[in-house]
């Protein structure tokens, strides 16, 4: 069974500096990879997805995340928060049919 | 394009009862999911219809059952209703030939069971 662990629950950072969201992957198979973003009161919204090409994935709103198969892990990061930024963030893997979701990081961006 | 629409966006029922919930998915996706997300966690799978019949199953009881109509919507049926049920209730539309490569959610149904 594919799985996703996020290595922090709460991650607290000031507007301008930069985000790094931790998330290791366990898969038997090439995985295809997603973050997710959930503002309060609002659905999931796709943040970016890596599905076997480029390891080095470009999303939405400046973030991006890698891809490293010798370390299982496929973080997520932004040069510079904002405070729109603050919501929770889910690393997901896809095994067949659905979506596994790791259990959220909460981001707070401090003005 | 309205995107995945849900309603009702909050209810609460008694334990015992029974609560349907509907999803619309979004322009052109055939293939409709459900996830419950409980208070503090990541949504969890329930099942997936695609061609109005269920394709696969997550780890949850007979209580929950779904429908797809024709038309691509979905219900989600869960009888006997109890505490542990109140949650965040997703729905996410896909095009199955596209895997989940792109899935799209609604806002959710907030569920609370007293």
């Known amino acids: 069974a594919q799985s996703v662990t996020q290595l922090d629950s709460h991650v607290s950072v000031s507007e301008g500096t930069p985000v790094l969201l931790r998330c290791n992957y366990s898969?038997?198979?090439?995985?295809?990879l997603f973050w997710y973003v959930q503002h309060p009161n609002k659905g999931l919204q796709l943040l970016l997805k890596y599905t076997s090409a480029a390891t080095l994935v470009k999303g939405i709103n400046g973030f991006e995340a890698e891809f490293k198969k010798s370390e299982t892990s496929f973080h997520l990061t932004k040069p510079s928060a904002h405070m729109s930024d603050a919501a929770e963030y889910f690393c997901v893997v896809s095994e067949g049919n659905k979506l596994v979701f790791g259990a959220g990081t909460i981001l707070r961006v401090k003005s | 394009d309205a995107g995945v629409t849900q309603s009702p966006t909050h209810l609460i029922k008694t334990r015992g009862q029974q609560v349907t919930l509907r999803c619309s998915p979004k322009s052109g996706h055939d293939t409709v999911s459900w996830y419950q997300q409980a208070l503090g966690q990541g949504p969890q799978f329930i099942f997936q219809y695609y061609e109005e019949e269920e394709r696969q199953r997550g780890n949850f009881p007979d209580r929950f059952s779904g429908h797809q109509f024709p038309n691509y919507s979905s219900e989600l049926n869960v009888n006997a209703l109890l505490l542990g049920d109140s949650a965040l209730y997703l729905c996410a539309s896909s095009l199955l030939a596209l895997m989940n490569t792109e899935a799209f959610f609604g806002q959710g149904t907030r569920l609370t069971v007293v």
């Open positions: 898969s038997s198979y090439s995985p295809s």
